[in-house]
């Protein structure tokens, strides 16, 4: 998987996990609350893991900005990815 698709399945999965762990804590039942907001909470870390293993330098596999754009260069190496 590219920098660039993992990028987009990080941000997807952070967006979906605060829409349903806002929507779980409007339910007005205790223990559907706390099901759908673990659930939330697990499609959060879902989302941190693939940006941690996969938005990496193709060429150094140093860690590439988790925040705003794709890059166009490694900032470790200077390569164009």
Same mark, same amino acid.
């Given at each position: 998987?590219?920098?660039? &698709? @993992?990028? &987009?399945? #990080?941000?997807?999965?952070? $967006?979906? @996990? ?7 804590? +409007?339910?007005?039942?205790? &223990?559907?609350?706390? @099901?759908? +907001?673990? /659930?939330?909470? /697990?499609? #959060? /870390?879902?989302?941190?893991? /693939?940006?941690?293993? #996969?938005? =990496?330098?193709?060429?150094? =596999?140093?860690? $590439?900005n988790l =925040?705003?754009?794709? *890059?166009?260069?490694? *900032?470790?190496?200077?390569? &164009?990815?």
């Amino acid at each position: 998987m590219d920098h660039r &698709k @993992a990028r &987009k399945i #990080f941000w997807i999965c952070w $967006l979906l @996990a605060s829409v349903v762990m806002v929507l779980g804590a +409007i339910l007005p039942d205790e &223990k559907m609350q706390k @099901a759908v +907001i673990t /659930i939330g909470i /697990i499609i #959060f /870390i879902l989302g941190g893991v /693939i940006a941690i293993c #996969f938005m =990496r330098c193709p060429y150094c =596999r140093g860690l $590439l900005n988790l =925040r705003g754009f794709s *890059p166009d260069y490694c *900032p470790y190496c200077g390569k &164009k990815i």
